[in-house]
């Protein structure tokens, strides 16, 4: 059946499979992790769990990121629209999935909490949506900008050996500029005031708490 026949039924039964995969199944990419071809680092135990944590924070921003998307296509207003948020949210899965595999390596796990920020980015993307396609993408923008500074705070933080976590940071830096570029062709706006500053700091409560938990 073609997307834009789906009806709102398929369209819940679509997005609670999407939700379960995210938070509790193994996304797979579309692309090779450009980790691959990169030799393991020999890394102690305390770089490793710090490494880790950098990556567990990540992995959980991808959650959060395939969830705000969801959210926004699920009430999005303009079917083009729709089929970009769709389109950033495949590749966001590609980060996923490389976060995840990374996390492996790391003799780590994901953030337990990840269906609790699933739900609650869920719900924003929806609420964004609901204000307009502007808003909605508008959200993509701050949000991407956002996820760009903190990877290259990340990129900072690593371990200077831990080369295969830094290139997939990288390559997912260089992704998230793209993403917030086109939402903001698309007719994206600036959101205003204190709305960049509430998602500031309510990623900040996610990252203290996905580093350890």
Known sequence: MNARTLSP?????????????????????????????????????????????????????????????????????????????????AEETDHLAWCGERLQELDSRPSLLNPLWYAGSYAIGALAALAGDAVSLGFVVETERQVEAHLAEHLERLPAQDERSRVVLARMQEDEVRHAQNAQAHGGIDLPFPIPQLMQASSMVMKTVAYRI
């Open 9 to 89: 039924l398929d369209r819940l039964l679509a997005g609670i499979e999407r939700a379960l995969e995210t938070v509790a199944g193994a996304p797979e990419a579309n692309r090779p992790s450009p980790a691959h071809g990169i030799a393991h680092a020999e890394l102690d135990d305390a770089e490793r769990r710090h490494a880790a944590g950098l990556m567990r924070i990540n992995h959980t921003g991808e959650v959060c990121a395939q969830a705000l998307y969801d959210g926004q296509a699920a009430l999005a207003r303009n079917e083009a629209n729709r089929e970009h948020l769709l389109h950033a949210a």
